[in-house]
């Protein structure tokens, strides 16, 4: 009898053992949970991006500004590349066939964590020009951002300029995409929907380099 309790006594003790280092691995992943959430959210406090939905009123009168005025606009849709099931192919680089824009090759590519694709967000704001709105739709985890007074051109040559940062600071996991007012679109929908699909085909390879224009050929003397 005395050999049974005290077993019950023992039973009894590690089972509260048991259960207080449960207890205390749930609080250590729930503080490590709230501590990355806060972490996360100030991010992106930080960063000071408005969101794509919240700045539809401010987008939809810059297209009715330039359809009145007939003035040029661009829109750019700015991916991460594991949108795309995680894809690290050269051939899915924003530069083509693994080969960077002065034809060497290109740097290999570096993981993009969610932070760091949102911190993209800030760097595309304060290398953009005051009059461009810079937006991130979180429902298709991507950034949208408007150019007005620019032609294509102009927006590829902003792309170049933007990835050259990004690649510095952070990854070159990026996908990029153009579209243009009013060849693409009269809308704001149709402009957004035209960049994304554009980004998909630089992502397969299937959309063509910039290609040089006249205006930006230097003639020889």
Request: charged share 25%; with cysteine.
């Amino acid at each position: 009898m005395g050999e049974f309790v005290i077993s019950a006594k023992w039973f009894i003790l590690l089972s509260g053992a048991v259960v207080l280092s449960l207890l205390g691995m749930i609080w250590l992943r729930r503080r490590s949970w709230k501590r990355n959430l806060r972490t996360l959210s100030s991010i992106t406090r930080a960063a000071a991006i408005p969101g794509y939905r919240n700045s539809l009123p401010q987008l939809n009168r810059e297209i009715s500004r330039v359809r009145r005025y007939q003035h040029p606009l661009a829109v750019v849709v700015v991916r991460p590349i594991h949108a795309y099931g995680g894809n690290h192919s050269p051939h899915a680089l924003p530069n083509n066939a693994g080969m960077s824009e002065n034809g060497g090759e290109a740097h290999s590519p570096k993981e993009l964590s969610q932070i760091e694709f949102l911190l993209c967000g800030s760097i595309f704001r304060d290398s953009l020009r005051e009059i461009d709105i810079t937006t991130y739709d979180a429902a298709n985890n991507q950034f949208v951002i408007m150019l007005p007074e620019s032609t294509r051109f102009n927006a590829e040559k902003t792309i170049n300029r933007l990835k050259a940062i990004i690649e510095e600071r952070i990854s070159n996991l990026l996908f990029f995409g153009i579209s243009e007012f009013p060849d693409d679109g009269l809308i704001l929908e149709d402009l957004v929907e035209q960049a994304v699909e554009q980004s998909d085909k630089r992502g397969k390879g299937d959309y063509p380099a910039l290609q040089k224009t006249p205006q930006n050929i230097k003639s020889k003397k």
